[in-house]
T-cell receptor, first 117, second 116 residues
Framework: DVKVTQSSRYLVKRTGEKVFLECVQD?????MFWYRQDPGLGLRLIYF???????EKGDIPEGYSVSREKKERFSLILESASTNQTSMYLC????????????????FGDGTRLSIL | AQKVTQAQTEISVVEKEDVTLDCVYETRDTTYYLFWYKQPPSGELVFLIRRNSFDEQNEISGRYSWNFQKSTSSFNFTITASQVVDSAVYFC?????????????FGRGTQLTVWP
């Protein structure tokens, strides 16, 4: 079974702090994703990565950055946390889409509920 | 552009009732995949099904069934004889051949509550 592990289930930080959210997967997946989930808005893609040191912006990258130094780990960084970044953050991973016919589902972690005070 | 609409924000049913969750999608791609995920209160999204655009056969898995209709761009999900454990948020998602690296486009989700 694929296991995607997020370092914290709950996190409370203060405005202006630099915040790190960590995600580790154990299935040697190339693709990794960070989403945020807000009531009524569903899941919105922040950043994704298809290889070590590679990253792509999603739909809402402002205020965030990411790091992928190792294949199994994908970190989301809030450079200077603000209250509007209070949210549920979900990490996912999937096999590479080398051909469209082999499209694979994404596997998700349990989520990190982040509160910025 | 890819878009998924789940018009039902919340649905409440009583145990043993059947319930259908609607999903309507938009895509210019002729080749695409549709997905359903379940998010129980614990938070983790659980993959339920993947269907490609060339396979319009309906699928049944136990109490779950999926009705894919390209003519109406819909991929609806029916739970038969619902149970309290089915209470969750359900997401429909889409990826098309034109999507970057298989990224998924999610609907806003439907909160299903099954009362005992």
């Amino acid at each position: 079974d694929v296991k995607v592990t997020q370092s914290s289930r709950y996190l409370v930080k203060r405005t202006g702090e630099k915040v790190f959210l960590e995600c580790v997967q154990d299935m040697d997946h190339e693709n990794m994703f960070w989403y945020r989930q807000d009531p009524g808005l569903g899941l919105r893609l922040i950043y994704f990565s298809y290889d070590v040191k590679m990253k792509e912006k999603g739909d809402i990258p402002e205020g965030y950055s990411v790091s992928r130094e190792k294949k199994e780990r994908f970190s989301l960084i809030l450079e200077s946390a603000s209250t509007n970044q209070t949210s549920m953050y979900l990490c996912a991973s999937s096999r590479p889409t080398t051909s469209f016919s082999s499209n694979q589902p994404q596997h998700f972690g349990d989520g990190t509920r982040l509160s910025i005070l | 552009a890819q878009k998924v609409t789940q018009a039902q924000t919340e649905i409440s049913v009583v145990e043993k009732e059947d319930v259908t969750l609607d999903c309507v999608y938009e895509t210019r791609d002729t080749t695409y995949y549709l997905f359903w995920y379940k998010q129980p209160p614990s938070g983790e999204l659980v993959f339920l099904i993947r269907r490609n655009s060339f396979d319009e056969q309906n699928e049944i898995s136990g109490r779950y069934s999926w009705n894919f209709q390209k003519s109406t761009s819909s991929f609806n999900f029916t739970i038969t004889a619902s149970q309290v454990v089915d209470s969750a948020v359900y997401f429909c998602a889409l990826t098309g051949r034109g999507s970057t690296l298989g990224r998924l486009y999610f609907g806003r989700g439907t909160q299903l509550t099954v009362w005992p």
